[in-house]
């Protein structure tokens, strides 16, 4: 596609259920990021990948989080047993390279613990 | 060390006015500093972006000011228009991993008609 293409666009779930979060990036980027935007903030950095390895998951804030990149195109952001601290903006962005240069974020998923 | 603090937090501006945000960082390992702007709903795009080697740049109506020795950045919309409103955010990344954008909390422009 055109852009950076994120499914699903919002996603209601209970308390410690599971939930994936999908990202399909601009084609031809190598790199790729996972952000997360809680209400009236900035984006803050949670993963990236460059290829299929994740090069730096150091923003993820804790090990219910985790995401995997198998082909090196299209990433999944899981989340195991949510919280409601958890509901925000999962944003997915992607960039020729993880180097410099500008990155494309995607629209979102709204993810809502309840 | 690793924030960048953006002010105000929310700015009214009358159609054809100025606009100004400002932001501020620490870490002097920061090299290169993007302005993005966002819709509600939409993620963020990016407006301009600049790097310390120069102390001003200009695209169109958008130009950022930095000033390297006091660490400040700041955006400047000249004649504001009702479709500039939005959010702005700047943001910081260095050469140690220039992925790592930290973004600041954000502007919410109104440009009032």
């Known amino acids: 596609g055109a852009g950076v293409s994120q499914t699903p666009s919002n996603k209601v779930t209970e308390k410690g259920k599971y939930v994936e979060l999908r990202c399909d990036p601009i084609?031809?980027?190598?790199?790729l990021y996972w952000y997360r935007q809680s209400l009236g903030q900035g984006p803050e950095f949670l993963i990236y990948?460059?290829?299929?390895?994740?090069?730096?998951d150091s923003g993820l804030p804790n090990d219910r989080f985790f995401a995997v990149r198998p082909e090196g195109s299209v990433s999944t952001l899981k989340i195991q047993r949510t919280e409601r601290g958890d509901s925000a903006v999962y944003l997915c962005?992607?960039?020729?390279?993880?180097?410099?240069?500008?990155?494309?974020f995607g629209e979102g998923s709204r993810l809502t613990v309840l | 060390q690793q924030q960048v603090k953006q002010s105000p937090q929310s700015l009214i501006v009358q159609k054809g006015g100025i606009s100004i945000i400002n932001c501020a960082y620490e870490?002097?390992?920061?090299?290169?500093f993007p302005w993005y702007q966002q819709f509600p709903g939409k993620g963020p795009a990016l407006l301009i972006a600049?790097?310390?080697?120069?102390s001003e740049k200009k695209e169109g109506r958008f130009t950022i000011s930095f000033n390297k020795s006091a660490k400040q950045f700041s955006l400047h919309i000249m004649d504001s228009q009702p479709g500039d409103s939005a959010t702005y955010f700047c943001?910081?990344?260095?050469?140690?991993?220039?992925?790592?954008?930290?973004f600041g909390t954000g502007t919410r422009l109104k440009v009032l008609a």
């Open positions: 962005a992607s960039s020729f390279s993880g180097v410099t240069g500008e990155l494309f």
């Open positions: 084609s031809g980027h190598t790199a």
């Open positions: 990948f460059q290829g299929t390895g994740a090069a730096d």
């Open positions: 870490n002097t390992a920061f090299d290169y």
């Open positions: 600049i790097r310390p080697d120069v």
């Open positions: 943001a910081a990344s260095g050469t140690s991993g220039t992925y790592k954008y930290i």
